[in-house]
């Protein structure tokens, strides 16, 4: 079973606007990661957020964390042609476990 | 500097046919993982190993066996392929257990198995 899911699965805007997907989760966590995939390519990492942190940023991303609500959502600012791609969000809920994957918000930025 | 190196990239299985995903990481992690991902969904963990010679379950174990014999090879061995198991394959690695230092995973390109 998947603990994060994103919203909304899909997305597409204009180039230079602003795009949000959120992230929820089931269980309490030690820190929520974002990852960008390329299409046919790897995840890249994006940016991490630890359970006692709330905002980070990092570039054109801005990553919030909600854990009483456990959700998070990842902003990009002024988006360009080149952030098409799909982010997912991930959650590491320690105690060795690897981190847990949600489906994906699939982003396309039209030029 | 490779990173993680995932081989082959492409490869058609028969049902019951077995094979073997190499991965290799040159980064001197001692944590290396396997995901698959299917269409539309996230990853899900299938074994992932600590460090050399110990190795635990995942999320979706069956069908699959894994061996940490040195730390920069971690394989993915399929014993007897499904239909069920086409899939995209990823290996991973980092620097320490993501829940302590919540260092990045690095991840490799992947593997496109097709079990017909």
């Known amino acids: ?111 | 500097n490779a990173g993680v190196t995932q081989t082959p990239k492409f490869q058609v299985l028969k049902t019951g046919q077995s094979m073997t995903l190499q991965c290799a990481q040159d980064m001197n992690h001692e944590y290396m993982s396997w995901y698959r991902q299917d269409p539309g969904m996230g990853l899900r963990l299938i074994h992932y190993s600590v460090g050399a010679g110990i190795t635990d379950q995942g999320e979706v174990p069956n069908g699959y066996n894994v061996s940490r014999s040195t730390t920069e090879d971690f394989p993915l061995r399929l014993l007897s392929a499904a239909p069920s198991q086409t899939s995209v394959y990823f290996c991973a690695s980092s620097s320490s257990i993501q829940g302590h230092s919540g260092n990045t995973i690095y991840f490799g390109e992947g593997s496109w198995l097709t079990v017909v």
């Not at chain 1, 989760?25 to 359970?51: A, D, E, F, M, P």
Request: net charge positive; aromatic share 6%.
């Open chain 1, 1 to 111: 079973s998947q603990q994060g899911e994103e919203d909304p699965q899909a997305l597409s805007i204009q180039e230079g606007e602003n795009a949000t997907m959120n992230c929820s989760y089931k269980t309490s966590i030690n820190n929520l990661q974002w990852y960008r995939q390329n299409s046919g390519r790897g995840l890249v990492h994006l940016i991490l957020i630890r359970s006692n942190e709330r905002e980070k940023h990092s570039g054109r991303l801005r990553v919030t964390l909600d854990t009483s609500k456990k959700s998070s959502s990842l902003l990009i600012t002024a988006s360009r042609a080149a952030d098409t791609a799909s982010y997912f969000c991930a959650t590491d809920a320690g105690a060795g476990n690897m981190l847990t994957f949600g489906g994906g918000t699939r982003l396309m930025v039209k030029p």
